[in-house]
């Protein structure tokens, strides 16, 4: 038994070896890959697809429940799920039929649709909050909540934690230096012109004296945060830390903004609901409605009207807030089909049972090899962290981060027909997931064990 992660000499060798069983495996996809690069950048239509620790992309024909079909006809049990955008698991029925229904019918025309009054009926009780909007993704989401509380408060600062994701907002892509606590542009991001680190401040997560300190000026118009930190490695809150956190922001006049993109996995509702954050506005995009693109955002009354005097007050024009296929006929009708047949108890009654067994089984395998490694749960989503507890802020995660490992996870299980989210370790429990399932990703991490065991 060993307390001491792997060798890198170890986890080196068998990383070749995986390397090379994917190449001898993968036929189809490699050829894929390189065909691709005539027509594609890094030969994807995304350059995000190929940041997959294997040789090439995997190039996917269907996908069905968590089930994937690659190109070479091997199938995978999905616990990716599309980073949660296919949280419910790929194509469910009611889904599809309501997107074909609606195909036949209109895709978009830039009015609302007849269901629009449903749609936002079914969100108030889903999430809770009374007023609503509606946008292609939840990047355009948080940069339309951003304009909005601006506006609303006259006030330019934003607030964000250290290690937040809120997809491609040029505002939240600012870097805390953690010797100086001055804040810096994010040199990974490309094409900056615009100094964001001006009008961006970054404060560690579950630090409430960092908090207050940017809040005390007076100047911030919104916080604008997850839950828990989710895209780098999953950083729960600690007890106690919303309520207070809650409370800074109302006593310094400050909007909180929950983006729940990630944490809608916690509960029917999400996070905010669950356990009561009350806040200003919302913001859920990617598994909203069911993996077809959609976001929307939500707020209270109190600051509808607030948004309504905004936007009186200023002069006729683009707003800077909306694009046309926002709220699009087809968007509708697939958000309220995945409200009434996917954001249910049952779903999610079946999803924390099954990641709870998940977690169980994983936590036992690694005590029992004498890993010093934890898994971290929130709801149906939990990271495998290669480090010793549970962090606390993202400068935990960087001081342990063993990226080799996480590479030889992910490879490894792919190669052997499980999916892991290749970014970081997270996995992801859907109502279409089974117990056999969970037990082939079981067996799956054992054979790694053994693997890394062996000398």
Not at 237 to 255: K, N, S
Not at 310 to 332: M, V, Y
């Given at each position: 038994m060993?307390?001491?992660?792997?060798?890198?000499?170890?986890?080196?060798?068998?990383?070749?070896?995986?390397?090379?069983?994917?190449?001898?495996?993968?036929?189809?996809?490699?050829?894929?890959?390189?065909?691709?690069?005539?027509?594609?950048?890094?030969?994807?239509?995304?350059?995000?697809?190929?940041?997959?620790?294997?040789?090439?992309?995997?190039?996917?024909?269907?996908?069905?429940?968590?089930?994937?079909?690659?190109?070479?006809?091997?199938?995978?049990?999905?616990?990716?799920?599309?980073?949660?955008?296919?949280?419910?698991?790929?194509?469910?029925?009611?889904?599809?039929?309501?997107?074909?229904?609606?195909?036949?019918?209109?895709?978009?025309?830039?009015?609302?649709?007849?269901?629009?009054?449903?749609?936002?009926?079914?969100?108030?009780?889903?999430?809770?909050?009374?007023?609503w909007q509606m946008a292609l993704t939840a990047s355009d989401a948080n940069r339309f909540v951003l304009r909005w509380a601006r506006a609303i408060t006259q006030r330019p600062q934003l607030l964000v934690f250290d290690g937040c994701y809120h997809g491609a907002v040029d505002d939240t892509l600012v870097d805390l230096d953690p010797v100086t606590g001055h804040m810096l542009a994010r040199p990974s991001v490309l094409g900056q012109v615009h100094n964001h680190a001006h009008f961006t401040r970054v404060v560690p997560f579950n630090d409430l004296a960092a908090l207050e300190a940017a809040l005390v000026q007076g100047d911030v118009a919104c916080l604008l945060?997850?839950?828990?930190?989710?895209?780098?490695?999953?950083?729960?809150?600690?007890?106690?830390?919303?309520?207070?956190?809650?409370?800074?922001?109302?006593?310094?006049?400050?909007?909180?903004?929950?983006?729940?993109?990630?944490?809608?996995?916690?509960?029917?509702?999400?996070?905010?609901?669950?356990?009561?954050?009350?806040?200003?506005?919302?913001?859920?995009?990617?598994?909203?409605?069911?993996?077809?693109?959609?976001?929307?955002?939500?707020?209270?009354?109190?600051?509808?009207?607030?948004?309504?005097?905004?936007?009186?007050?200023?002069?006729?024009?683009?707003?800077?807030?909306?694009?046309?296929?926002?709220?699009?006929?087809?968007?509708?009708?697939?958000?309220?089909?995945?409200?009434?047949?996917?954001?249910?108890?049952?779903?999610?009654?079946?999803?924390?049972?099954?990641?709870?067994?998940?977690?169980h089984g994983l936590t036992e395998r690694i005590e029992h090899a004498g890993m010093p490694w934890t898994v971290t749960r929130l709801g149906a989503r939990m990271e495998l962290q290669f480090m010793p507890e549970t962090p606390r802020h993202a400068q935990d995660v960087r001081d342990h981060a063993r990226g080799e490992l996480e590479a030889l996870t992910h490879l490894f299980m792919l190669n052997r027909g499980v999916l892991l989210t290749p970014f970081h370790s997270m996995l992801l429990v859907s109502p279409a997931t089974t117990a056999q399932d969970v037990e082939q990703l079981l067996q799956v991490f054992d054979a790694l064990l053994a693997a890394l065991a062996d000398p």
């Open positions: 060993t307390s001491q992660h792997p060798s890198s000499d170890r986890i080196a060798a068998l990383q070749q070896a995986e390397r090379e069983r994917f190449m001898a495996t993968h036929p189809a996809s490699l050829a894929l890959a390189d065909a691709a690069q005539a027509h594609y950048l890094f030969g994807v239509p995304l350059h995000w697809m190929r940041d997959w620790p294997s040789p090439a992309t995997l190039f996917v024909n269907e996908a069905q429940g968590v089930t994937l079909q690659c190109a070479d006809g091997l199938r995978y049990t999905d616990f990716c799920l599309g980073d949660t955008g296919a949280m419910f698991g790929h194509s469910p029925e009611p889904l599809a039929q309501a997107i074909a229904q609606q195909a036949a019918r209109g895709l978009t025309c830039m009015l609302p649709a007849a269901n629009t009054l449903a749609v936002g009926e079914s969100l108030a009780r889903v999430f809770g909050l009374p007023m945060a997850e839950p828990a930190l989710t895209n780098f490695g999953l950083v729960p809150p600690e007890p106690g830390f919303w309520a207070a956190a809650r409370a800074l922001c109302r006593a310094h006049g400050t909007l909180f903004v929950c983006d729940e993109t990630h944490t809608i996995s916690t509960a029917l509702g999400g996070y905010a609901r669950a356990n009561d954050l009350a806040p200003d506005f919302l913001v859920v995009g990617k598994a909203v409605a069911g993996g077809l693109p959609c976001a929307v955002y939500g707020f209270t009354q109190e600051v509808a009207q607030r948004m309504r005097q905004a936007k009186q007050a200023a002069p006729e024009g683009h707003s800077g807030i909306g694009t046309t296929l926002s709220g699009n006929a087809l968007a509708l009708a697939a958000l309220q089909a995945a409200l009434t047949h996917l954001h249910t108890n049952a779903s999610y009654a079946h999803m924390l049972a099954l990641a709870e067994r998940l977690e």
